[in-house]
């Protein structure tokens, strides 16, 4: 999909960088879903990756 960020995915700078996004739109607060499992088999391209929220939680104040 153009200008979709699905290959940032497992970069944690762009979680980073959303944040400071965020911080810039006068945001209190981010929200990050959490999984309990991945699927066996799957149609998607999505990578069968992502971090758990808190690593994403605890590197957004590094540069906000």
Same mark, same amino acid.
């Given at each position: 999909?153009?200008?979709?960020?699905?290959?940032?995915?497992?970069?944690?700078?762009?979680?980073?960088?959303?944040?400071?996004? !965020?911080?810039?739109?006068?945001?209190?607060?981010?929200?990050? %879903?959490?999984? *309990?499992?991945?699927?066996?088999?799957?149609?998607?391209?999505?990578? !069968?990756?992502?971090?758990?929220?808190?690593?994403?939680?605890? %590197?957004?104040? *590094?540069?906000?």
């Amino acid at each position: 999909m153009p200008k979709s960020s699905i290959g940032r995915i497992s970069d944690i700078t762009y979680y980073q960088s959303l944040g400071q996004i !965020a911080e810039q739109g006068v945001f209190d607060d981010v929200f990050f %879903a959490d999984n *309990q499992s991945f699927p066996a088999q799957s149609d998607s391209d999505m990578p !069968a990756f992502w971090f758990d929220p808190l690593m994403n939680l605890a %590197a957004i104040p *590094q540069v906000t």
